[in-house]
Nanobody, 123 residues
Framework: QVQFVESGGGLVQPGGSLRLSCVAS????????MKWYRQAPGKQRELVAG???????KYLDSVKGRFTISRDNAKNTVYLQMNSLLFEDTAVYFC?????????????????WGQGTQVTVSS
């Protein structure tokens, strides 16, 4: 299984921006669906954004228009550009994947969970 290291989190004021990176231990070129999740304190982990091998993207409604997911297969890296951050975006952000073609937004991820990267939006 591919493992990931997430980075790029930090403390940011409301309205600010961060760019998260997720670097894989192996090639992601054949992985069908790469996804970013987040988990806020006391809440369940939720899916935030996903991108297929073909470049199709999907977002949680609350982040549409503010977050952008992208993937660079040559660098085995997935990014999450987060703009106009809100207090409610505070969470630990993780990446994971679905390897098989045809996996959907709700498909259970295939990989192990990494440590994640903490994003804190605070004034």
């Amino acid at each position: 299984q591919v493992q990931f290291v997430e980075s790029g989190g930090g403390l940011v004021q409301p309205g600010g921006s961060l760019r998260l990176s997720c670097v894989a231990s192996g090639s992601i070129g054949s992985i069908y669906f790469m996804k970013w999740y987040r988990q806020a304190p006391g809440k369940q982990r939720e899916l935030v954004a996903g991108i297929t091998r073909g470049g199709s993207t999907k977002y949680l409604d609350s982040v549409k228009g503010r977050f952008t997911i992208s993937r660079d297969n040559a660098k085995n890296t997935v990014y999450l550009q987060m703009n106009s951050l809100l207090f409610e975006d505070t969470a630990v952000y993780f990446c994971n994947y679905n390897s098989q073609y045809g996996s959907t937004w709700t498909s259970i991820p295939d990989g192990y969970w990494g440590q994640g990267t903490q994003v804190t939006v605070s004034s």
